[in-house]
């Protein structure tokens, strides 16, 4: 679940014994009163006591880096890594929540890499506190490139890399993964609403297109040993103009991110509007989160 300024968004997904993820619900909630009131409200409505509830953090309340994988053992990486933090925050590194995912090794000559997310303690108590005043247990806080990652590796062609272009309400993010793994992520500063004026719409494009040229040239200079086959977006106002306009630019095949061909939705039918589903990509690729993999 997510706390807007007017609104919170809830989706829940089933994944495990099913051939297909299923989203059972993804609807979002006007706020009545402050967030602790709403969330109390819908913790009582939706009983969602019986759900393993989590979060994703705000673009702007965390950082993510890439570093050397530390020379210790596996189990021991994800605390290690806390250290090669220390020069690249401008904050205390006693003042910071990290944690870390291993990336897949580039090549047998380089040193195996991790992505080191670091936020601020006061950060993940503010994101937190709305919650814990509601008596919601949050199982886990998650950040948008992990949720995306989890709908990007059902959109994989096996042996093959996806660039997955998410925009939603806030940023748009962008994906690189193969084998279900997050390698490589960038965020471009653009939003839903910056594609609803036509007018001009060209500049924008323009500067969507050569800001993921330079994203998959950038890949394709890291990882040479992972060969990406396309691109998916997913939609956006004048979504066909936009598509036309990046695969006449990119280097790759372009397509638009249709949900229905990885997840099963029936009770759920606002999703097959394509825009609905931009709005909550991540939001449903958070609930499809797995502690195994996350």
Known sequence: MNLHGDRVDLSHVLVEGRPRPEILLCESFRKEGDDVATLARLRKELDLDRYRCMTVLKARDYQMFAVDRPEVPEAEARVAVRWSLKDML???????????????????????????????????????????????????????????????????????????????????????????????????EVALKDFENEDGAEALYDRVALELQRSLDHFDRQYRNVTVSRVVVSAVPYRERFVEYLA???????????????????????????????????????????????
């Open 90 to 188: 401008d904050y205390p590194l006693e003042s910071a929540t990290v944690d870390a995912v291993s990336v897949p090794a580039a090549d047998s000559s380089r040193k195996p890499q991790m992505l080191a997310i670091a936020a601020r303690n006061e950060a993940i108590a503010a994101t937190v506190r709305p919650f814990n005043d509601a008596d919601i247990e949050l199982s886990a806080i998650d950040v948008p490139e992990l949720a995306q990652r989890n709908l990007a590796r059902l959109l994989e062609t096996e042996g093959r890399g996806l660039a997955l272009f998410g925009v939603d309400d806030s940023a748009a993010t962008v994906t690189f993964t193969a084998g279900g793994e997050l390698y490589q992520s960038r965020r471009i």
């Open 248 to 294: 006449a630019n990119l280097t790759l095949p372009v397509e638009v991110l249709d949900l229905e061909q990885i997840i099963d939705f029936p009770g759920v039918p606002e999703l097959r509007d394509p825009l609905r589903q931009a709005q909550c990509l991540q939001l449903i690729g958070a609930a499809m989160r797995a502690e195994a993999t996350a």
